[in-house]
């Protein structure tokens, strides 16, 4: 039985779904993602969430990502997976997790329909009720959860944590509020360094980062120059290079992926370009404008030689 019910805290880790040319989950490398992101000191592995493509995978590559995370963090850190959309599946998906070993999950908006917040609670509530794992609920897209509705999942012991991937600061405020340290609270935005100055304030003290399965000593001197209130590295990072991938990111729909894994490819941590539709990999153009980005970032802030990276 999970005791320990407490969401991560930190920079979090969300590696991607390595594929073939041949569209095969490469579980190698996969595990090669995860190391890295555990060498680099990310306080939690969340694997076959958005990031890793969760809406494309198979049952039998969804229990193969899940059986690679547990097995390689080997109780370093936790483990979260992702569920959600169909109901179903999503209860399939959070037993194969249980079973597989992982501490938790993140519970993803049910897809396609919009429920009432009666409706949602209940959805929530099932899922997170259905094993003992610890449970994150996460508000996107078309899911903002009401007051009412977190009243009803406060009292549920599985529910850890809020994840936000809105932006709504007034919501976020009235949330944090009136629950205060009930739940964990992670920033889910759309590369979460652009939003992470206004979520600290608010009590949020840990966000999914994408930029990490590549240049994660930068995500931490960001972070950290957030919690410190150095202002002038932070609009230094800013500048040159938050804001710069960014706007590569919003260039098309799908770079939230592919732009991930473009970037380890850059960087020397070769995962292909291949993802599975509608997802489209990068365009040249763009994989070449982050390149420059990378070389740079990499001029103002290389990476420190450590014991693990010789």
Same mark, same amino acid.
């Given at each position: 039985?999970?005791?320990?019910?407490?969401?991560?805290?930190?920079?979090?880790?969300?590696?991607?779904?390595?594929?073939?040319?041949?569209?095969?989950?490469?579980?190698?490398?996969?595990?090669?993602?995860?190391?890295?992101?555990?060498?680099?000191?990310?306080?939690?592995?969340?694997?076959?969430?958005?990031?890793?493509?969760?809406? @494309? &995978? =198979?049952? $039998?590559?969804? #229990?193969?990502?899940? +059986? /690679?995370?547990?097995? !390689?963090?080997?109780?370093?850190?936790?483990?979260?997976?992702?569920?959600?959309?169909?109901?179903?599946?999503?209860?399939?998906?959070?037993?194969?997790?249980?079973?597989?070993?992982?501490?938790?999950?993140?519970?993803?908006?049910?897809?396609?329909?919009?429920?009432?917040?009666?409706?949602?609670?209940?959805?929530?509530?099932?899922?997170?009720?259905?094993?003992?794992?610890?449970?994150?609920?996460?508000?996107?897209?078309?899911? @903002? &959860? =009401?007051? $009412?509705?977190? #009243?009803?999942?406060? +009292? /549920?012991?599985?529910? !850890?944590?809020?994840?936000?991937?809105?932006?709504?600061?007034?919501?976020?405020?009235?949330?944090?509020?009136?629950?205060?340290?009930?739940?964990?609270?992670?920033?889910?935005?759309?590369?979460?360094?652009?939003?992470?100055?206004?979520?600290?304030?608010?009590?949020?003290?840990?966000?999914?980062?994408?930029?990490?399965?590549?240049?994660?000593?930068?995500?931490?001197?960001?972070?950290?120059?957030?919690?410190?209130?150095?202002?002038?590295?932070?609009?230094?990072?800013?500048?040159?290079?938050?804001?710069?991938?960014?706007?590569?990111?919003?260039?098309?729909?799908?770079?939230?992926?592919?732009?991930?894994?473009?970037?380890?490819?850059?960087?020397?941590?070769?995962?292909?370009?291949?993802?599975?539709?509608?997802?489209?990999?990068?365009?040249?153009?763009?994989?070449?404008?982050?390149?420059?980005?990378?070389?740079?970032?990499?001029?103002?802030?290389?990476?420190?030689?450590?014991?693990?990276?010789?």
């Amino acid at each position: 039985m999970n005791q320990f019910r407490k969401a991560p805290s930190g920079i979090l880790g969300f590696p991607i779904a390595p594929f073939t040319v041949n569209n095969k989950l490469d579980e190698k490398l996969l595990a090669q993602n995860i190391q890295f992101l555990l060498n680099e000191g990310l306080e939690a592995i969340f694997v076959a969430c958005a990031a890793g493509e969760y809406p @494309s &995978l =198979s049952k $039998e590559e969804y #229990e193969a990502m899940v +059986e /690679v995370a547990v097995t !390689v963090t080997n109780g370093k850190v936790p483990v979260y997976t992702g569920v959600g959309g169909n109901i179903q599946t999503s209860l399939e998906f959070a037993e194969i997790s249980a079973k597989k070993g992982a501490d938790g999950y993140l519970i993803l908006p049910p897809y396609l329909v919009t429920g009432e917040q009666s409706g949602l609670a209940d959805y929530f509530k099932t899922i997170a009720e259905s094993t003992d794992l610890n449970a994150i609920v996460y508000q996107r897209d078309q899911v @903002s &959860l =009401s007051v $009412e509705t977190l #009243e009803t999942l406060a +009292e /549920v012991p599985q529910v !850890v944590g809020v994840k936000d991937g809105l932006g709504n600061m007034e919501l976020n405020t009235l949330l944090t509020q009136t629950f205060k340290q009930r739940f964990g609270w992670l920033n889910g935005m759309p590369l979460a360094e652009v939003t992470m100055p206004a979520y600290v304030p608010l009590g949020f003290n840990s966000y999914s980062s994408a930029i990490s399965n590549y240049i994660p000593h930068i995500s931490r001197i960001f972070y950290q120059s957030v919690l410190n209130q150095n202002q002038e590295t932070v609009n230094d990072l800013y500048q040159h290079v938050i804001l710069p991938i960014n706007n590569i990111r919003r260039k098309r729909n799908g770079y939230a992926v592919s732009l991930i894994k473009a970037g380890m490819e850059i960087m020397g941590l070769p995962v292909g370009q291949n993802v599975r539709k509608p997802i489209q990999p990068v365009e040249r153009e763009h994989y070449a404008e982050l390149e420059t980005i990378l070389k740079q970032a990499l001029d103002r802030y290389p990476k420190p030689i450590t014991a693990k990276s010789l």
